[in-house]
């Protein structure tokens, strides 16, 4: 066997530990592969490879994924507990941040006080025009 095969099992192996580090935080995180795709903005399918090693996450999605899981990106590479507490989203929860992260950042502004006066935390409050005299 040449320096190329042992390489690429080598390089496998490490996209199989990854992988399988992916689906444990995730399932600690209490997150389901559909949740997970929806919070992160990384298509589901691409999360499957990853989790099976078929294939590699980009730094930015590695990076999008672990945030969604509420971990650092270095706790995908270590072992041991995650190095955030790992947030735990509802299937509805999880789709209301999909589509705030969906939402151009010069809109977000909007949103948060929409969701306020939802949650009846905040009062709705109307502009009233004085009559021109």
Known sequence: MGPTMSRQRSQQ?????????I????AAAGLTQDSLSL?????????????TGR?????????????AMGVTIGALFEG???AL?????S???????????????DRRELVLPIIKIL???QRLTYAVEEPES
């Open 55 to 67: 294939s590699a996450l980009s730094f930015e999605r590695l990076e999008r994924v672990a945030r």
């Open 85 to 89: 507490p790992a947030p735990e989203w």
């Open 13 to 21: 192996e490490i996209l199989t530990a990854l992988g399988q580090r």
């Open 80 to 82: 041991g507990e995650p």
């Open 119 to 121: 949650a009846g935390v």
């Open 91 to 105: 299937g509805e929860e999880a789709q209301v941040i999909a589509a705030l992260r969906s939402v151009p950042d």
């Open 39 to 51: 919070l992160s903005g990384v298509d589901i399918q691409a999360i499957q490879r990853a989790e």
């Open 23 to 26: 689906a444990e935080l995730r």
